[in-house]
């Protein structure tokens, strides 16, 4: 059973570029979570998302960041316009639904504003 | 709103001796809990968790972790450190259902350093 697929692992860009990161979750997972990690820093909550559905965007820049998982693919979560600031690790977690268990993560996309 | 808190931003301990990262959470209910760990450039592996049950919680690598409700900690523990343990460990709550989902609030982070 394959675990939480992301890529790319590493993404360079440009300032102004867009940056695409995606996500695969667990099999049998309707759950995907994105998290974000700064350099020397814990993991932020960006989003959680269900198949079509934003379930909590509390963690998400207003601005430049968005996130789908629709009902067919994987997750994406897609920034606009980066800034040298929106260089970190992306991780992208997954879980079943109901149940009071773990996240499982992918080893994450690291994204380089240059 | 559920929150942890990772006094330490590092450990030091000697290979063989036992260790214990520091974890203390702020939640209103009862409590789920959450070991971590991150090797460099990787994700993060789940080590251990507390739903309900005994206060002692046994995990993965020979981890395990106590539960105090009275002291609102949940340290990581274990007997015999190895430097192959050297990582960062992060511990985490469940946040207030939502949606049926498991989203976490992790803490800082604790660098575990194991030296010969």
């Known amino acids: 059973n394959a675990g939480v697929m992301q890529n790319p692992r590493h993404l360079v860009r440009r300032r102004g570029q867009e940056a695409r990161l995606r996500c695969s979750p667990m099999k049998g997972h309707s759950h995907v979570y994105w998290y974000r990690q700064l350099p020397e820093e814990g993991l932020k909550f960006m989003v959680y998302?269900?198949?079509?559905?934003?379930?909590?965007e509390s963690g998400m820049p207003k601005e430049r960041f968005s996130a789908e998982f629709p009902k067919e693919g994987p997750s994406i979560l897609r920034i606009q316009q980066v800034v040298r600031g929106d260089s970190a690790a992306y991780f992208c977690?997954?879980?079943?639904?109901?149940?009071?268990?773990?996240?499982?993560f992918g080893e994450g996309s690291r994204l380089t504003v240059l | 709103a559920q929150s942890v808190a990772q006094p330490e931003d590092q450990v030091n301990v000697a290979e063989g001796n036992p260790l214990t990262v520091k974890c203390t959470y702020s939640v209103s209910g009862n409590p789920y809990l959450f070991w971590y760990v991150q090797y460099p450039n990787r994700g993060l592996q789940f080590l251990l968790k507390y739903i309900t049950g005994d206060n002692l919680v046994k995990g993965s690598y020979g981890f395990e972790a106590e539960f105090n409700k009275s002291q609102t900690s949940f340290h990581l523990k274990k007997p015999s450190a190895l430097v192959s343990d050297s990582a960062l460990y992060f511990c985490?709550?469940?946040?207030?259902?939502?949606?049926?989902?498991?989203?976490?609030?992790f803490g800082t982070g604790t660098q575990l350093k194991v030296e010969l």
């Open positions: 998302l269900q198949k079509e559905n934003i379930i909590d």
């Open positions: 985490a709550v469940r946040d207030m259902l939502t949606g049926g989902g498991n989203k976490l609030t």
């Open positions: 977690a997954s879980s079943p639904s109901g149940g009071a268990g773990e996240l499982f």
